[in-house]
């Protein structure tokens, strides 16, 4: 069975939206083994240099690329590709049949993902040019994902 993990930097706080990823974690179960991790971002004191910034998320993308390893990962960022629905579906049906086994989306702090992590994607995807709030964004992208795989079994819950 096909694994799918979201790699998300912090935590999780609104009850709505653990209901919303809850109802979307169950509606998945029956279509792949679904589950969040969430990694605590490194703390930065109030208005940091772009060193600090930079060195943070170094620090927090090796975390990333060790809970990674092993599957065909996308990074979320504003500069990736932006696919319907549909486009999102025929990705990860690729993978599939490159016998991948294990995808991986990685949602990374407030400052973004390194370098060395978006380099690392098999594909950098972006929903929007807009900026979404991190915890909404993690209910958006289970949405995402569960309706791309609903459209790979050909369910109606896409249209």
């Excluded at 990694?39 to 809970?67: H, Q, T, V």
Aim: proline content about 2%; glycine content about 6%; overall charge positive.
């Amino acid at each position: 069975m096909l694994e799918i993990e979201i790699i998300a930097l912090g935590r999780l706080k609104e009850s709505y939206l653990k209901d919303a990823i809850a109802e979307y974690s169950k509606r998945l179960s029956s279509m792949c083994s679904f589950k969040i991790t969430e990694l605590e971002p490194i703390r930065l004191k109030e208005n940091p240099s772009s060193n600090e910034i930079a060195k943070a998320l170094d620090k927090e993308g090796e975390e990333i690329l060790k809970r990674a390893k092993n599957s065909a990962m996308t990074a979320l960022c504003i500069e990736g590709k932006q696919l319907s629905s549909q486009g999102l579906s025929e990705f990860i049906s690729e993978q599939k049949q490159k016998g991948i086994s294990r995808l991986c989306f990685v949602i990374g702090s407030s400052c973004g993902l390194s370098e060395n992590v978006k380099e690392s994607a098999v594909l950098k995807l972006s929903f929007s040019k807009m900026t979404f709030p991190h915890q909404l964004f993690r209910v958006m992208l289970t949405e995402q994902i569960y309706r791309a795989l609903s459209i790979e079994e050909g369910l109606k819950y896409h249209k």
